[in-house]
Nanobody, 121 residues
Framework: QVQLVESGGGLVQAGGSLRLSCVVSGRTFSNYGMGWFRQAPGKEREFVAAVWRNGGTIYADSVKGRFTISRDNAKNTVYLQMNSLKPEDTAVYYC???????????????WGQGTQVTVSS
């Protein structure tokens, strides 16, 4: 089985930073594209960022320039460095994995449980 475990969420003031981590087990990590999604209260889950199997990245416009996704294959871990956080970034952040080349809501095969990020004004 494939398991994803997120960590690093918490409470931070606007303008601050957090780094989320997601440890993946059960399959060859390097064969998975990884993504981060988030869901704010009362809103639909949305795409945040993805890192492809070849290391390429893509970001939602709302976080571009502020968030950085990266992966450490030796640690089977994907990270989301979040800087210049805004109250509108408040959400549960979910780690996701796919064996497909593309990382999007249609290709995701595995989801983590989520970690809460709260940004205060």
């Amino acid at each position: 089985q494939v398991q994803l475990v997120e960590s690093g969420g918490g409470l931070v003031q606007a303008g601050g930073s957090l780094r989320l981590s997601c440890v993946v087990s059960g399959r060859t990590f390097s064969n998975y594209g990884m993504g981060w999604f988030r869901q704010a209260p009362g809103k639909e889950r949305e795409f945040v960022a993805a890192v492809w199997r070849n290391g390429g990245t893509i970001y939602a416009d709302s976080v571009k320039g502020r968030f950085t996704i990266s992966r450490d294959n030796a640690k089977n871990t994907v990270y989301l460095q979040m800087n210049s956080l805004k109250p509108e970034d408040t959400a549960v952040y979910y780690c996701a994995a796919t064996s497909k080349l593309l990382v999007n809501s249609a290709t995701i095969e595995y989801w983590g449980q989520g970690t809460q990020v709260t940004v205060s004004s």
